[in-house]
C-alpha cells in the first residue's frame, strides 16, 4: 500500500495527516499535531474515526524542538501504529506562491530556492513551511515532494482585484493582490460541487473564520475576489493580526513613535487584532465567555469588519446567491455567526436560530433568497488529492 504524508508547518505547530493512495479517494489512516515547536512541544494522534492514539505526549530533544525533530517524532507515531507504511510522496501546504505557481507542484532544490525568496511576503509562514519542506526531504529523500500553495486559488483574479493603485512597475515585479486561504476555499468549492451544484454554479461569499480570517467570493466555483491582499495581513482582523490598517498608520509608527521594522512586523502580526483589541485573548472562545468591555468591543469589530467585507464581495460579484462559514470559528460559533448575519436580510441573508444554534449544515431560513451554509473544512484532503495526482508523475 502507497501512503501520502500531507504536512502543515506553522510557526510553532506542525500538523500532519497519513492517507491510504490506490483508491478513488486518498483514505485517512490517521492525523496529528505537534504543539508549541520552539518551546515545550507535544504531540497528539487521532485514528481516522477521531479516536486519540497519542494524547499531548512530550516531544524529547536536546534544547529547543524544532520542526525536524518533531517531524521525526510524528513519523515515530505513524511507525507504531501503522507498521511498515510505504511513505512515497509527501505533500506540503506552502502558504506563498508567488506569480508563478498557480497549482501544486512537484518541488526541486530550485523551486525551494524560488520559493524561499518570497518569504518576505509571508514573514510568519514561508519560512516555516519551507523548514517542513526541508524536514521531510531529510526523512523521505527518495519520495516525491509536493507543494499546495495557498495563493494559487486566486491566481486568475481580475485585473482590478489583482492590483494596488501603484505605478505599474511594482505591479510586474509581484507587488499584487495574492488572496490566501486557497486550500480552505478549494475544498469548500468542491463540496459546493457535490452537495449543492445549483448554488456552485452561482454566486458566493466563503467566510473562512479561525485564527487566521478570509473571506472569498466565488463565481462559479472560482475565485474573484478576496479580503486578503498582498500580504497575510490584510482584509478582517483575526487573532493577533490587523486586518485592514490605513498605510499611514505605518509611516506614523516609523516617523513619529520611532518604531522599527520589526518592532512594526512584531506589532501587527502578533500583538493586533483581537488579541490587542481585547487586552485578553486571542481565542474567540475565550472572548466569547468573558464580559469583560474588550471581550466586547473586539467581538463588534471582528464581526461589523466581516459584515462590512461581505458587503464588498458581494457588489464584486454583481449580486449573493450563498454564504458559507468555515473554519474554526465559523465551522462552531453560533454567536458569530448570528452577529454577521443579522441585519442583513436586505441582501437576502435571514437565518433560522434553531438550525444556527445546532451548528447544521443549513441555517438559512427556508424561505430566505440568500442559502447559508456551515461547511467543515479540509486543506489535508485537498493535500493528500494533489500527492495522489503528482506523486507517481513525480517519481
Not at 520542526?67 to 509527501?90: C, K, M, N, R, S
Not at 448554488?199 to 480570517?213: K, P, S, Y
Not at 478576496?226 to 490605513?246: I, Y
Request: charged share 20%; glycine share 12%.
Amino acid at each position: 500500500m502507497s501512503y501520502a504524508l500531507t504536512l502543515n508547518a506553522g510557526s510553532s505547530s506542525l500538523k500532519f495527516g497519513l492517507f491510504a493512495l490506490g483508491a478513488d479517494e486518498p483514505e485517512l489512516s490517521a492525523n496529528g499535531l505537534a504543539d508549541r515547536v520552539g518551546g515545550d512541544a507535544r504531540l497528539t494522534l487521532k485514528g481516522a474515526d477521531g479516536t486519540k492514539l497519542r494524547d499531548a505526549v512530550p516531544i524529547p530533544a536536546e534544547g529547543v524542538v524544532d520542526h525536524h525533530e518533531a517531524l521525526v517524532a510524528a513519523l515515530h507515531e505513524l511507525e507504531d501504529h501503522f507498521p511498515g507504511a510505504q511513505i512515497d510522496t509527501v505533500g506540503h501546504r506552502v502558504v506563498h506562491g508567488g506569480m508563478d505557481y498557480s497549482g501544486p507542484t512537484v518541488l526541486s532544490p530550485a523551486i525551494i530556492d524560488k520559493l524561499s525568496t518570497l518569504s518576505p511576503f509571508a514573514p510568519l509562514h514561508q519560512p516555516h513551511n519551507l523548514a517542513g519542506v526541508r524536514a521531510a526531504m531529510a526523512a523521505f529523500p527518495q519520495a516525491v515532494q509536493v507543494a499546495c500553495f495557498d495563493t494559487a486559488f486566486h491566481r486568475h483574479h481580475p485585473f482590478v482585484n489583482d492590483v494596488f493603485a501603484l505605478p505599474r512597475e511594482y505591479y510586474d515585479k509581484g507587488v499584487r493582490r495574492y488572496g490566501f486561504h486557497g486550500l480552505s476555499y478549494d475544498y469548500i468549492s468542491g463540496e459546493l460541487a457535490r452537495i449543492a451544484p445549483d448554488l456552485h454554479a452561482g454566486r458566493v461569499v466563503v467566510a473562512h473564520l479561525g485564527n487566521g480570517a478570509s473571506m472569498c467570493g466565488l463565481r462559479g466555483g472560482r475565485s474573484v475576489a478576496s479580503s486578503m491582499g498582498f500580504s497575510a495581513l490584510d482584509g478582517l482582523p483575526m487573532g493577533t493580526r490587523t486586518g485592514q490598517l490605513d498605510p499611514g498608520i505605518i509611516l506614523y509608527l516609523l516617523q513619529q513613535e520611532g518604531m522599527s521594522v520589526e518592532d512594526i512586523i512584531t506589532l501587527l502580526y502578533k500583538k493586533s487584532g483581537l488579541l490587542g483589541l481585547s487586552g485578553l485573548s486571542h481565542d474567540m472562545r475565550t472572548l466569547e465567555a468573558s464580559g469583560s468591555e474588550g471581550a466586547r468591543q473586539a467581538i463588534d469589530y471582528y464581526t461589523f469588519r466581516a459584515r462590512r467585507e461581505l458587503g464588498g464581495l458581494a457588489a464584486a460579484l454583481e449580486g449573493l446567491d450563498g454564504l458559507v462559514f468555515c473554519g474554526g470559528i465559523g465551522e462552531n460559533s453560533r454567536l458569530i455567526r448570528e452577529r454577521i448575519c443579522n441585519g442583513l436580510h436586505w441582501i437576502g441573508i435571514e437565518i433560522d436560530d434553531e438550525a444556527n444554534a445546532a451548528n447544521a449544515p443549513v441555517i438559512s431560513r427556508p424561505d430566505a433568497r440568500v442559502k447559508v451554509m456551515v461547511i467543515p473544512t479540509n486543506e489535508e484532503i485537498v493535500i493528500a488529492r494533489a500527492c495522489a495526482a503528482l506523486g507517481v508523475r513525480g517519481a
